[in-house]
Nanobody, 118 residues
Framework: QVQLVESGGGLVQPGGSLRVSCAAS????????MRWYRQAPGKERELVAG????????NYADSMKGRCTISRDNAKKTVYLQMNNLKPEDTAVYYC???????????WGQGTQVTVSS
């Protein structure tokens, strides 16, 4: 059974930091590109960051460049998103995604709420 379980969300003040995690199971984690998406109320889901299967390459949305870092631990089958200098507009549900175009597989987690507010 494939599972992606996000954790680490919560309430943080503007300018603060938060690290969200996504623990994977039920598939061969180190063969998948991992991505974080977010969806704010009334808005479309958008890509925040991505990391290749081996961790050698990352990419970030322009809105988050310089403020977040995506990383992964293939031994722990976990992907992380460290977010710094958070702004109210970063408030959203953050979703973990696993993608393998070669295997034709695309999995989603249930999401974790991040709220940036004073």
């Amino acid at each position: 059974q494939v599972q992606l379980v996000e954790s680490g969300g919560g309430l943080v003040q503007p300018g603060g930091s938060l690290r969200v995690s996504c623990a994977a199971s039920g598939f061969i984690f180190n063969r998948y590109t991992m991505r974080w998406y977010r969806q704010a109320p009334g808005k479309e889901r958008e890509l925040v960051a991505g990391i290749t299967s081996g961790g050698g390459s990352t990419n970030y949305a322009d809105s988050m460049k310089g403020r977040c870092t995506i990383s992964r631990d293939n031994a722990k089958k976990t992907v992380y998103l460290q977010m710094n200098n958070l702004k109210p507009e970063d408030t959203a549900v953050y979703y973990c995604n696993a993608l393998s175009e070669y295997l034709g597989s695309n999995y989603w987690g249930q999401g974790t709420q991040v709220t940036v507010s004073s």
